[in-house]
Nanobody, 117 residues
């Protein structure tokens, strides 16, 4: 079974930083593309950052220059380093991957990020 477990969320002041982690199991991690999504109350889930198995990255325009996605294949973990956080970054952040054979999406349980004074 595929399992994705996010951690690292919490409450932070504007301008602060957090690092999210997503630990994966049930996949050959090094072969999978990984993504971070977020969803705020009343809003659609949106792609925040994406990293391919080869290490190529893409970011939403709203987070470019502030967030960095990376992966450690030895630890089966993908990270999202978030700097210069803004209140509008407040959301539940989800880790995602797509099954190579099934093409089905797999999601973690989410971790809450709250940016507030």
């Amino acid at each position: 079974q595929v399992h994705l477990v996010e951690s690292g969320g919490g409450l932070v002041q504007p301008g602060g930083s957090l690092r999210l982690s997503c630990a994966a199991s049930g996949i050959i991690f090094s072969r999978n593309n990984m993504g971070w999504y977020r969803q705020a109350p009343g809003k659609q889930r949106e792609l925040v950052a994406h990293i391919t198995n080869g290490g190529s990255t893409n970011y939403a325009n709203s987070v470019k220059g502030r967030f960095t996605i990376s992966r450690d294949n030895a630890k089966n973990t993908v990270y999202l380093q978030m700097n210069s956080l803004k209140p509008e970054d407040t959301a539940v952040y989800f880790c995602n991957t797509r099954g190579i054979i099934t093409n089905g999406d797999y999601w973690g349980q989410g971790t809450q990020v709250t940016v507030s004074s």
